[in-house]
């Protein structure tokens, strides 16, 4: 097992470089509109480009994952996305730096589906969810660390430097993965074996599937927010300065923390109440967590409660997220990246909604602090439906 652990250790070095570059444009943002002279609703299209591409290349980028393995698409993903981050860089037109985050996301789909892929090959059932709290705490690290070095990077060399400084490091990551990752481990690939067989028709006519496509659109509505309009959000709608952003870290950092003890819990949870349970109230509680806490943001006007209050809202979207990636794996089987893939597919579409939706709100109400409204509302539906998902009667496991 010590290969297994040496290869999630490669997969939480790359979630944390998927989340320095995916939220670094978030922090660049302010600075970027300024500099394209792009307003609320552009700049909401700019998230939304990105979504709709990651979102359309999801189901087959898992799909290859199942049928040529992760070293190779891993590696293809990595370099892809590595290259966009530069080019984001380079864009000096608002049409320009729609095209690249298209394709940027169009290349950097597929990234969590084949994680899953490595993940179902080499841990067994009931390791998968700390697995997955591991792999998703450490996206959230980089979603931390985005701000800490993006900001200083900016200030002394402007928002492009960070987009190339970023995406350098994805290249030598691919390198390395692509040398000493293997696919096929001896006696753990039987592990994920009960759905070698399942067929697209089997899948689409799960009930569980979409009930974790719809509940994965709700919750990442408002995920989407953090990565896209968070520090626009502070500095644009509630006043910080660019040096106070630097709180913008403690979200992810509850989240990373959250990921974990969500990953634990659901594992914990299964030796003792089983897998229905341990999904269904994992998953249900994160979600009241975050409608509670994301409905409540405008009564805070200080700098820090403000701050504290979304930090423990995106801790309860993360705390269930990897009970979600865990559920897929029980739905697909052997398809399990093309479960992911499907899942992630309707997720993006919550967040290309998310984005577009942000900024039109916005202009209509004048008020950074209205589109909040809608994502307690999706959170509140999104609790509704994890109600209903149970893989006990899933007829891959039985």
């Known amino acids: 097992m010590k290969r297994s652990y040496f290869y999630l250790f490669l997969l939480c070095f790359l979630a944390i470089i998927l989340y320095l570059d995916r939220v670094c444009i978030s922090v660049a943002g302010p600075r970027m509109q300024d500099a394209l002279h792009i307003g609320p609703v552009a700049w909401g299209w700019v998230g939304t480009l990105f979504t709709l591409g ?8 898992g ?89 200083p990077i900016q200030q002394a060399y402007g928002w492009r430097m960070s987009f190339y400084v970023f995406g350098s490091i994805g290249v030598f990551w691919a390198a390395y993965w692509f040398w000493k990752f293997r696919d096929s481990p001896e006696g753990v690939a039987a592990a994920g074996s009960h759905g070698m067989h ?20 709700c919750y990442v509505y408002t995920l989407g927010f953090f990565q896209t309009w968070l520090h626009t959000y502070l500095e644009k709608g509630r006043g910080f300065s660019e040096q106070s952003l630097m709180l913008s870290s403690l979200p992810f950092v509850f989240a990373a923390a959250a990921n974990l003890l969500g990953g634990l819990a659901c594992d914990w949870l299964a030796k003792r109440v089983g897998l229905k349970w341990s999904r269904r109230g994992v998953g249900i509680a994160g979600l009241l967590i975050s409608a509670v806490f994301m409905g409540s943001a405008f009564l805070f006007t200080s700098q820090l409660p403000l701050i504290l209050c979304l930090s423990m809202g995106y801790a309860g979207l993360t705390f269930q997220q990897p009970v979600v990636f865990t559920t897929c794996l029980d739905i697909g089987g052997r398809r399990g990246g ?16 998310s984005s577009a939706a942000f900024g039109y709100i916005v202009k209509a109400t004048g008020s950074y602090d209205a589109p909040m409204i809608p994502m307690a509302v999706l959170l509140a539906l999104g609790m509704v439906l994890w109600g209903r998902v149970d893989v006990s009667k899933n007829n891959i496991l039985n």
């Open 198 to 217: 399942l067929s697209w028709g089997t899948l689409l006519t799960n009930s569980n599937v979409w009930y974790v496509m719809a509940l994965a659109f």
């Open 63 to 151: 799909h290859w994952g199942d049928t040529l393995g992760a070293r190779r698409v891993l590696t293809r993903i990595v370099i892809w996305w590595s290259a966009f981050t530069v080019l984001t860089g380079l864009v000096s037109s608002y049409p320009v730096l729609l095209a690249v985050r298209f394709l940027f996301g169009a290349g950097e789909a597929g990234a969590f589906p084949n994680a899953g892929v490595a993940i179902s090959n080499w841990f067994p059932l009931e390791k998968r969810g700390r697995a997955f709290g591991l792999f998703t705490m450490c996206s959230q690290l980089g979603g931390a660390l985005s701000p800490l070095l993006a900001v």
């Open 338 to 353: 093309a479960m992911l893939g499907l899942m992630n597919t309707a997720a993006q579409a919550g967040a290309a909604v």
């Open 54 to 61: 990651y979102g359309l290349f999801e189901i087959p980028s």
